[in-house]
Structure formats: C-alpha cells, structure tokens
C-alpha cells in the first residue's frame, strides 16, 4: 500500500524557516517525482511545485521561487520542503503527494496520488 | 491565487444530479488535460478524474468528467450523502509552467 506520512505541526515566527518532512513507502521512491501543494486556512488548493526523486531536478511554482527549496533522502524514501522567510500568509496546511502516472501507452498523465496526511504551519509573532 | 474558476458552492437532494463547473484559458484547460480532486473536511484531496474524463479505480461511475474549449464540468449523478465534499479542478497552465487549480466547488447534498 503506497503512503505518505507527513511530519507534524509547526509554529514558527515570522521571518524564520520550516523544513517539512513526507516519508515515502509501499513503493520504490526514486520512480517517481513528489510534489507540494498548499492549503490556507478555508482557501483553496496552491501548486508549489515538485521534484524529481530519481535525477533530483526540482520545478517551482512561479511566487515561490527563491523561498521554496525541496530535497530527497533517497536512503530512507524521504522528501523535504523548506521554506524560508516566512510571512503570516505562509499560514497553510502543506500536502505532499506523489506524482503518479495514470492513463493508457501514448497517453500517460501524471496524477497527485495518494496525498500525505498533511502538515499545519502556522506562522505568528 | 487560483486561476481556474469554480462556483463556491452546488447542492442537491439525494438521487439528483449536481454539476460543477471550472473555468479556465487558453494557456491551462484549452490545451491541456482537466484532473477533479475531492477533498472531505479534514482530510488531504483524493484524485477523482484524470484526463478529462477517465475514473482512477475505485471511483464509483456516478462521478463523471467532460471538458469543451477553455471550460470542463464534474457530474455527480445519482447524489448521495457520502459525496458531500469539497472538489476542486487543476489543469496545466502553459504560461505558468505549472499547476493550476480551481477555486473549489462545496458540495452539499440537501
């Protein structure tokens, strides 16, 4: 059974960092990419962007870049989000996902599947 | 910010059918495929279409995709108390080089 399992809250102060962790198993890491999505409190679903777990080249969603710095521990199946200069705004639930393929041989898309159980960060003096 | 546009919210009596709407451009849902997620109170999202209109396994076949031009819809025929949910559409966005999402649909079944 693929999971993904997401470290726990965090509070931090503004202007700090926070390196989320999402530990992979039930499939072999390093054949798919992982990916980042936020969630502000009642708001809707942000990209952040993802990485690839086998050639570890990463892509961030634009309004991200220069915060944002994703990372594997292929040892361990593990993937890392940090992200730096935090603001109030950065106040969100963060989901990891894997990046699955899906659809038929010369069709194949790539699917957010499963998501990890997500991590709150809160962000306040 | 979202650049896909949903209503906030649809709602139905049980055995109707609701459908949700997600607009978008050119650059995202006009050339690229349209994926629904559904996410409970609580809980992370879950695929629920892939490819405009292709069910993952395990996806009852109540729940139905479509996409014309810049715009693509999510059916739920058949509506039942269990599918109240929040859903929320993404597609490619070109101009972006990323992910883009719907402002998200709540769905409530009366």
């Known amino acids: 059974q693929v999971k993904l399992v997401q470290s726990g809250s965090e509070l931090k102060k503004p202007g700090s960092s926070v390196k989320i962790s999402c530990k992979a198993s039930g499939y072999s890491f390093g054949n798919n990419a992982i990916t980042w999505v936020r969630q502000a409190p009642g708001q809707g679903l942000q990209w952040m962007g993802w990485m690839n777990s086998n050639t570890g080249k990463s892509l961030y969603a634009q309004g991200f870049t220069g915060r944002l710095v994703f990372s594997l521990d292929t040892s361990t199946g593990t993937a890392f989000v940090q992200i730096s200069s935090l603001k109030s705004d950065d106040t969100a639930m963060y989901y990891c996902?894997?990046?699955?393929?899906?659809?038929?041989?010369?069709?194949?898309?790539?699917?957010?599947?499963?998501w990890g159980q997500g991590t709150l960060v809160t962000v306040s003096s | 910010q979202s650049v896909l546009t949903q209503p906030p919210s649809a709602s139905g009596t049980p055995g109707q059918t609701v459908s949700i709407s997600c607009s978008g451009s050119n650059s995202n849902i006009g050339r690229n495929y349209v994926y629904w997620y559904q996410q409970f109170p609580g809980t992370a999202p879950k695929l629920l279409m892939y490819s405009n209109n292709q069910r993952p396994s395990g996806v009852p076949d109540r729940f139905s995709g479509s996409k014309s031009g810049t715009s693509a819809s999510l059916a739920i025929s058949g509506l039942r108390s269990e599918d109240e949910a929040d859903y929320y559409c993404?597609?490619?966005?070109?101009?972006?080089?990323?992910?883009?999402f719907g402002t998200g649909t709540t769905v409530t079944v009366l």
């Open positions: 993404t597609a490619w966005d070109d101009s972006l080089n990323g992910y883009v």
């Open positions: 996902a894997r990046v699955a393929i899906a659809g038929v041989p010369d069709d194949e898309v790539y699917v957010f599947d499963p």
